[in-house]
């Protein structure tokens, strides 16, 4: 018995949920085809035979779906909702510290022995020099696991993409690096899936579009991000590596309200193996027991 090699990327949107056609869904007639743009009780248009599962993000928990606990589902299985009676905005409390810390997606790979393992995503030095009060579920979770951040000289040695891949807001922040396309992000990104055995890699600025009820910006992020994602999968090998696109809660596909949504997120699966992840996923805690149990079966060739 060998292990297999097979890889996983997981691509985390924050904010995206299926919502209906009309005036108040960026993702309505959008100039090109798009592999986010799903509408409820539509069949999805597919890009490169991805499967979309409509994706439960409410966990049986009332209330609308946050960040804090949505993402400490995602990265565990475990429904965090449930578990501390209610859905967490913003940044994780101890509680959910507490189950990211014992059951994140790092650790339980770490431990089944899959390696090497990655958070693809770049951390500006501000992010270490002046250690924020609030951290996301993500960055508990690689910190949990005893991972490295990637860096601003990993992201100018093409070894790291930004939050916002083209680097748009770092500049801006006056931050030395270059303008990337989407192109070029997809290419390192790529490049870091196929060495690795896990990726994580997280886009965060759907939420706050979606907050600040933009309509215009929303059409320029989610057609540069379809970007990103199509120059994505054609430069992965699809046989090896399954991408699983998924998000925390809705938000940016109703822009009448500057709320979370009550929908369903996509999860969209690429890879010759999507139709098994596909058939295990139904809500957000369905998400790290399908990675684990891809990475960690045996194939007997
Ligand atoms: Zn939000």
Redesign the pocket.
Known sequence: MMKSDASVLLFFI??LGIGTRGPFNPLDNLPDANPLAVFQNEPPATFLDGIVVPTDPRLGVEGRP??ASGQTTILTGVNAPARIGYHK??FPNQALVEIINAESIFKQLREAGVSPITFANAYTDGFFAERPRWISATTAAVEAAGMRFRTVADLKNDNAVFMDFTNRILIERGVDVLLRTEQKAAEVLARIASENRFTLYEYFIT??V??AQDMLLAKQILTSLARLIRELLVRLDLQRTTVILTSD?G?IEDLSSRN?TLHAVPTIIWGAQREQIAAQISSLADITPAVVSLLTTDVSD
Do not use: I, L
């Open positions: 924050d904010g946050q960040s905005q913003g939420d706050k979606g907050h809660h938000n979370h």
